[in-house]
């Protein structure tokens, strides 16, 4: 029985793939192994300061987390209550009002107004490079300082905007940009646009580099030129990416918090409250951390939607 046991386990050299007779200095054996070792470091770090949170949310969003806690160290588990408290709120229907229009708004302004830029760069001039760049600024920016500076100009009293209007004879009054219920979501829309056009501006101007010369020149020939070129030949080599720009825009503006927060904190009267600020605020102003994080994994729900889009769009304009 050892005998047979032993030549059991002794498997000739020859027998083995060639991957397995390969020492592991060999090139393709070190490819693999320097292979492992970037992605290693990435997967812990995406699995730390992205994995853990998500989970962590998804579970808290199922206990009662207070302040309570903190010192205790008890969760108790209260299933879908928490859930049932935030849906059934009469907030979360003008929250959910308030994302949409502000996703929908922004994401229709970044892009018509990124694909427009994009279009006119497209055309040689001098100091085409040199103003492309300028368009970054806005991305450049932290955004507690963009929030800060758009906060200022506008200002009811002594903001640059109403200044300027006024100037031109444009109002009789100061319009209160930031106070009034009814221009809030408006302005707070109107800078998340400013933030976003060099994002679309910059991926669209990219697609629009992969359109041929050649087929802008078989167009002419055929008299199409202006607006029946970008209709026939521009647009539809242009969609897939368009898709992608999309998709991730609405991932992006879906969440945005911080610009809400610096400009109007979600007022006034919640005329800008969102679901990303109405999280926040059940969170770290009312300290309801399970209703908080049950608000939170119903924006996640909905950009995973989003992103599932994007993926497949993606996968889409990779098969072209």
């Known amino acids: 029985m050892g005998e047979v046991a032993t030549a059991t386990r002794r498997v000739p ?21 320097l292979q492992v070792a970037f992605l290693v470091p990435a997967v812990l770090y995406l699995a730390l300061f992205f994995g853990y949170p998500v989970v962590q949310n998804v579970v808290m969003g199922f206990q009662e987390y207070t302040t309570r806690t903190f010192y205790t160290g008890e969760a108790p588990w209260v299933g879908l209550d928490n859930y049932a408290t935030v849906l059934a709120s009469p907030l979360f229907g003008q929250a959910m009002l308030n994302t949409v229009l502000f996703t929908v708004g922004s994401i229709a302004g970044q892009f018509c107004i990124g694909l427009a830029i994009a279009v006119f760069f497209q055309r040689k001039f001098p100091l085409s490079g040199l103003l492309r760049s300028l368009l970054l600024l806005p991305w450049l920016i932290p955004l507690i300082v963009s929030g800060a500076v758009w906060r200022w100009i506008l200002d009811q009293d002594n903001g640059a905007l109403n200044r300027f209007l006024g100037g031109l004879g444009l109002v ?25 056009i060099p994002f679309n501006t910059t991926i669209l101007y990219g697609g629009l580099q992969d359109v041929p010369e050649e087929l802008y020149e078989a167009a002419a020939l055929d008299g199409a030129t202006g607006w029946r070129a970008f209709r026939h030949v521009t647009w539809p080599l242009l969609r897939p990416v368009v898709n992608v720009v999309l998709v991730l825009g609405v991932v992006y503006t879906i969440k945005v918090l911080d610009i809400i927060l610096g400009l109007t904190g979600g007022g006034p009267a919640n005329a800008t409250q969102t ?21 939170g994994n119903v924006l996640i729900v909905i950009s995973l939607v989003f992103a599932l889009l994007y993926l497949r769009a993606n996968r889409k304009a990779v098969r072209g």
């Open 13 to 33: 050299a020859a027998a083995l793939p060639a991957r397995l007779r390969e020492p592991w200095w060999a090139p393709r054996r070190r490819e693999r192994l």
């Open 172 to 196: 009789g009054e100061n319009p209160g940009w930031l106070t009034s219920t009814s221009l809030a979501l408006i302005a707070v829309i109107g800078v998340n646009i400013w933030i976003g």
């Open 275 to 295: 679901i990303a600020t109405q999280s926040y605020h059940l969170s770290f102003r009312e300290f309801r951390f399970g209703e908080g994080a049950a608000l």
